[in-house]
């Protein structure tokens, strides 16, 4: 990679990747932005002679092309056959590495917690292509050990920490199961965010994000992106991820890109406000549990200590009077905005059985009606806790 007068990036610190990685100074104008590509299609020099190898901007797109290069340079410092792809969401960037890596019979281990949308996806897109999936408890080695199929499972599927339950997993000890089995291990790491958690410097094969969340961070985008390091994988991702088409436009590319350059600093303000959240709730009457990583009596505390920076801005706490009182809560915020998604400036409540997590009612990853899920923002974090507890 040719550092364009930034240094060189490729071994620099966490913040020094988010802001110059793919992104050197433009080299026409100097300008230290990258330029929004807003082109469909490129002048060929001959038949076949791609300037910079671009031909069409669903093959490839400079904006996109800078937007990639930098979530592996996050994702995968000091691996350099590490490649970034960017979609136009995280579900597509899901859909992609399950069409690319499973084939109907075969069959995916995946959270007992998940994310309502990758549940869907993966019981109501690929179940009826014929891709069979089992829950399990990412918590538990051998509760996943138990869930694959030999000669079936091609992947173990893991959210860590969990949405919206905030379960954490042990992701060298999973891999290692994964492997045994000849299964390949896919981390969302949309909650933690590589400034957090690197899951492919812990042996997982695939990295999958929702862009839309911390790594936008400004709720104005929606986009999804991967990154592996196996040369082979890369190719039959980036086949399909062309072949399928489901990729970001530039503007959407830019826009991730801005918000990762604040990555790290944002990251620190939602930690620091999140365990402020979490020092009321614990203590407070109506609180029945308090689900965050960084608790000492959280299930996961050691193993996310041991491969986490710092715990998230993602609290997930359950309140006496059931239902009922968990959607009065959400009613009675006035800065914490009523509002599903997450990872944005502002900080957002949510009643996961209603909002996030609806297409999950009624199976084995309904979550409890008493469960509301809080987004942490970078608000003073006097008038996040004086609204909750107006609202409690």
């Known amino acids: ?85 960017a979609f136009a969401s995280g579900l597509a960037a899901e859909d992609t590495i399950i069409r690319t890596l499973a084939r109907p019979g075969s069959h995916a281990v995946i959270p007992d917690d998940a994310y309502g949308g990758t549940y869907r996806l993966f019981a109501r897109v690929a179940g009826p292509w014929g891709v069979e999936h089992t829950p399990a408890a990412v918590t538990d080695r051998a509760a996943v050990a138990a869930a694959i199929i030999p000669g079936k499972t091609v992947l173990v599927w893991v959210e860590t920490p969990t949405n919206p339950l905030l379960n954490v997993a042990d992701i060298a000890a999973l891999a290692e199961v994964a492997h045994a089995a000849g299964a390949l291990l896919v981390v969302d790491n949309t909650f933690a965010s590589p400034y957090l958690q690197q899951p492919l410097l812990l042996g997982a094969d695939i990295v999958v994000h929702s862009t839309t969340k911390y790594l936008g961070g400004h709720s104005d985008v929606i986009g999804g992106g991967l990154v592996a390091v196996d040369p082979e994988l890369i190719e039959k991702l980036r086949y399909h991820q062309n072949a399928m088409g489901a990729v970001p436009g530039p503007f959407d590319s830019w826009l991730v890109l801005r918000g990762i350059k604040t990555l790290g600093v944002r990251m620190d303000r939602h930690c620091a406000n999140a365990r402020a959240v979490v020092e009321l709730l614990t203590s407070h009457p109506k609180v029945l549990d308090v689900m965050w990583p960084g608790l000492p009596n959280h299930p996961g505390h050691k193993v996310a200590l041991r491969q986490m920076r710092d715990f998230g801005g993602m609290v997930s706490f359950r309140v006496a009077g059931g239902e009922t009182a968990a959607l009065a809560v959400c009613a009675r915020t006035k800065i914490f905005t009523l509002g599903e998604s997450l990872g944005g400036v502002e900080s957002l409540i949510e009643h996961p059985g209603r909002m996030t997590h609806a297409s999950a009612a009624g199976t084995p990853l309904e979550v409890p009606a008493d469960l509301i899920r809080l987004s942490v923002g970078i608000e003073s974090i006097a008038d996040l806790i004086a609204d909750l507890e107006q609202a409690l």
């Open 1 to 85: 990679m040719s550092d364009g007068g930034t240094g060189n990036v490729a071994s620099g610190g966490f913040e020094t990747r988010a802001i110059h990685a793919g992104q050197a100074p433009d080299p026409l104008t100097g300008a230290v932005v990258t330029p929004i590509y807003q082109v469909s299609t490129y002048a060929q020099d001959g038949v076949g002679g791609l300037r910079g190898g671009y031909e069409y901007s669903r093959s490839g797109n400079p904006t996109r092309s800078a937007l990639e290069e930098c979530l592996a340079a996050l994702e995968a410092p000091g691996i350099e056959s590490a490649r970034g792809l």
